[in-house]
């Protein structure tokens, strides 16, 4: 069952949490685009939380899932923001970040804001076919010329009969977070793991991104025949180990 918290402005997002018995940091997963907590990976990373007694946060993001608003209205630096008004509310102990396609992009920016704030609060990242700056390599000139004129743009869905829309609105604040044309100030360790058959985000996306991290520490794991959402069982188990491993380092 989902718990909720209110914004400022009074939109409540839904949230599950599921508190650990250890002194290990705590879990964030961070969904996909149009994606929510009831998926598959962040069920299984929750489950497997609370069966080893590590503590989890899952969230809808507004307009997704169980949260209020509306889909059309959601932006990168509104979704930021309720990813960071959770942590702040919601967990006292450092945090290893866990992003999903988007949520891999919106991770980056969660763990810069969380490391200007209170830079202990960022144990690890781990992206899932992480998808930074995607609103600029994932378009096409007429798609952005589209967005540009203030339109919205109907993909293909892959995962379902509606075509997926990109708002101009979401597109426009996403150009004010394009990450991999500068090093990214973050030094925690990172791992990225990544399809080599995804057809939505390609697999040199996780190489640039390796690039651009300050951290030393940070592992690319590429699986030749894994797709974009890397949920079968092995991609699953790979996904519990690497965030297994991030807890016991960090």
């Known amino acids: ?12 997002i839904a949230y599950r949490l599921t508190q650990g018995s250890g002194t290990a940091p705590a ?9 929510d907590m009831a998926g598959s990976k962040a069920s299984a990373l929750f489950d497997w939380a609370e069966a080893n007694g590590h503590t989890c946060l899952l ?26 008004a959770l942590i702040e509310t919601k967990l006292s102990e450092p945090v290893v970040l866990v992003g999903s396609s988007m949520g891999g992009w919106l991770m980056l920016l969660v763990a810069l804001e969380l490391t200007a704030r209170a830079p202990d609060r960022l144990a690890g990242l781990v992206g899932i076919a992480a998808a930074p700056d995607f609103t600029d390599w994932g378009y096409d000139d007429a798609q ?23 708002h101009a609105g979401f597109w426009a604040d996403a150009r004010q977070h394009l990450l991999l044309g500068a090093p990214i ?4 360790p990172v791992t990225l793991l990544q399809g080599q058959r995804d057809a939505e985000v390609p697999w040199e996306t996780a190489l ?7 951290s030393d520490k940070v592992l690319v794991q590429l699986a030749k025949d894994g797709d974009h959402r890397l ?3 092995e991609d699953v188990a790979r996904l519990l180990a690497t965030v297994g491993q991030h807890l016991l380092t960090a």
Request: aromatic share 8%; glycine share 10%.
């Open 208 to 214: 640039r991104l390796a690039e651009r991290l300050d």
């Open 185 to 188: 100030p973050i030094t925690c």
């Open 59 to 84: 969230l809808d993001y507004s307009g997704c899932g169980e949260s209020d608003g509306d889909f059309a209205d959601g932006t990168l630096s509104r979704w930021r923001d309720e990813v960071l």
């Open 144 to 166: 952005k010329a589209q967005l540009a004129r203030g339109e919205t743009v109907l993909e293909d869905n892959p995962y379902g009969p509606e075509p997926t829309p990109t």
């Open 231 to 233: 949920s079968r069982e």
């Open 1 to 12: 069952m989902s718990d909720y918290h209110a914004m400022p402005d009074g939109r409540r």
């Open 27 to 35: 879990i964030v997963f961070l969904p996909g685009y149009m994606s």
